[in-house]
């Protein structure tokens, strides 16, 4: 199916957030976006994100425990995207497609697999409109990382913007999009985002997150628990590189205050991303930062101790920092319906500009 022109899209992420969904409306011919559209997050109850958390590193496919709860995730997107269309005052017609990514479960390129669930055909019987899903599956198949994705919307969205420029999306697991004066991409994953950050506080106190980055704060950063996270082969792989959230833990930090474990857990994210940078074949002149882990005040703080050049949340630059991730998919969703490239070699590895994702129509046709 190849459409021609400019879509209407809304794009629905959840990726490796356990917070819940981020959906968004975007216009894009899948080459240049013309407008931008209304943007809300549908959060989880923590029934809910028991239920993922119970999938988190296992292969699901197969599993008849990850098709109920994919069909239970894909039914709460269904309602994230009537909640959108109901504030825009818009409805199904007046939607090309959505592009859906579902959530992450379980990642192993090196191994040629990427699970995301979510059930596409569902979704697009239950809202009226076609859905593109399965984006990731393609570049694995080809030998590539899988991840990130969002890079080629970073360039999209940045072809005014003076560069070497460095988009630091801090979700789950962080990753970065450096973008070169040309245009060209290299992108991978740092390291944790915020996962380890969330799954501290709620070992020790029952929290969802470290809101306000308030424990972080208050807390000192334990040299030697950093050391250990640091620790790892991942960061001397040359990129691109993809990560599992599970692929690192809070083990180091098990024995430390939980205002200082909150603390080391930052500064291990922030470690991670300044590792990232002698990768890089040039230095940005300028870091934007979309995702969550913008809105903590200790790891902004903490980046901009470590980072010399400006780092600036992504509104700095005019974007919807909470909507960018479910933008991309709306994005690549049109890419995907005009056989355009979702991934290139420099930001997934893979071989040669690849294409993805499946069409599910309404009709089931």
Same mark, same amino acid.
């Given at each position: 199916m190849a459409e021609k022109g400019t879509q209407t899209a809304i794009g629905l992420m959840s990726g490796t957030s356990m917070d819940g969904i981020d959906a968004a409306l975007l216009q894009t011919d899948g080459e240049a976006v013309s407008g931008f559209g209304a943007a809300?997050? !549908?959060?989880?109850?923590?029934?809910?994100?028991? *239920? @993922?958390?119970? !999938?988190?590193?296992?292969?699901?496919e197969g599993d008849e425990d990850a098709t109920a709860v994919g069909?239970? !995730?894909?039914?709460?997107? /269904?309602?994230?995207?009537?909640?959108?269309?109901?504030?825009?005052? =818009? &409805?199904?017609?007046?939607?090309?497609?959505?592009?859906? $990514?579902? $959530?992450?479960?379980?990642?192993?390129?090196?191994?040629?697999?990427?699970?995301?669930?979510?059930? &596409? &055909?569902? =979704?697009? *019987?239950a809202t009226g409109i076609a859905v593109v899903d399965d984006f990731r599956a393609n570049d694995v198949a080809a030998g590539g990382q899988g991840a990130p994705f969002a890079p080629l919307y970073h360039a999209a969205l940045s072809r005014k913007f003076e560069k070497?420029? #460095?988009?630091?999306?801090?979700?789950?697991?962080?990753?970065?999009?450096?973008?070169?004066?040309?245009? /060209?991409?290299?992108?991978?994953?740092?390291?944790? /985002?915020?996962?380890?950050?969330?799954?501290?506080?709620? #070992?020790?106190?029952?929290?969802?997150?470290?809101?306000?980055? *308030?424990? #972080?704060?208050?807390?000192?950063?334990?040299?030697?628990?950093?050391?250990?996270?640091?620790?790892n082969p991942y960061f001397d792989l040359p990129y691109p590189k993809s990560l599992d959230r599970e692929d690192f833990d809070i083990a180091p930090v098990a024995e430390l205050s939980t205002a200082d474990g909150a603390a080391t857990l930052v500064a291990f994210t922030v470690a991670s991303i300044d590792a990232a940078v002698h990768q890089f074949p040039a230095l940005p002149n300028r870091w934007l930062v979309c995702g969550g882990g913008r809105h903590n005040p200790a790891l902004m703080a903490a980046l901009?101790? =470590?980072?010399?050049?400006?780092?600036?949340?992504?509104?700095? #630059?005019?974007?919807?920092?909470?909507?960018?991730?479910?933008?991309?998919?709306?994005?690549?969703?049109?890419?995907? @319906?005009?056989? =355009?490239?979702?991934? !290139?070699?420099?930001?997934?590895?893979?071989?040669?500009?690849?294409?993805?994702?499946?069409?599910?129509?309404?009709?089931?046709?």
């Amino acid at each position: 199916m190849a459409e021609k022109g400019t879509q209407t899209a809304i794009g629905l992420m959840s990726g490796t957030s356990m917070d819940g969904i981020d959906a968004a409306l975007l216009q894009t011919d899948g080459e240049a976006v013309s407008g931008f559209g209304a943007a809300l997050s !549908l959060t989880y109850t923590e029934d809910f994100r028991a *239920k @993922l958390r119970g !999938l988190l590193g296992r292969d699901s496919e197969g599993d008849e425990d990850a098709t109920a709860v994919g069909e239970e !995730l894909t039914d709460l997107h /269904g309602e994230a995207v009537r909640a959108l269309l109901s504030e825009c005052g =818009l &409805g199904p017609s007046d939607i090309d497609v959505i592009g859906f $990514h579902g $959530h992450t479960v379980f990642h192993r390129p090196e191994q040629g697999i990427t699970r995301q669930i979510g059930d &596409g &055909g569902r =979704l697009a *019987k239950a809202t009226g409109i076609a859905v593109v899903d399965d984006f990731r599956a393609n570049d694995v198949a080809a030998g590539g990382q899988g991840a990130p994705f969002a890079p080629l919307y970073h360039a999209a969205l940045s072809r005014k913007f003076e560069k070497p420029l #460095a988009v630091l999306n801090i979700g789950g697991v962080a990753n970065v999009t450096w973008i070169s004066p040309d245009g /060209g991409l290299i992108a991978f994953d740092t390291g944790p /985002g915020n996962a380890l950050i969330d799954d501290w506080v709620r #070992a020790q106190e029952g929290l969802a997150m470290d809101e306000g980055g *308030k424990l #972080a704060h208050q807390g000192t950063v334990n040299q030697a628990a950093l050391d250990a996270l640091m620790d790892n082969p991942y960061f001397d792989l040359p990129y691109p590189k993809s990560l599992d959230r599970e692929d690192f833990d809070i083990a180091p930090v098990a024995e430390l205050s939980t205002a200082d474990g909150a603390a080391t857990l930052v500064a291990f994210t922030v470690a991670s991303i300044d590792a990232a940078v002698h990768q890089f074949p040039a230095l940005p002149n300028r870091w934007l930062v979309c995702g969550g882990g913008r809105h903590n005040p200790a790891l902004m703080a903490a980046l901009r101790g =470590l980072l010399p050049q400006p780092v600036e949340p992504a509104e700095m #630059a005019g974007w919807q920092g909470d909507a960018l991730e479910a933008q991309a998919f709306a994005y690549l969703a049109v890419r995907s @319906l005009q056989g =355009l490239p979702l991934s !290139l070699p420099g930001t997934t590895g893979v071989d040669q500009p690849t294409t993805g994702g499946v069409l599910h129509r309404p009709d089931g046709a």
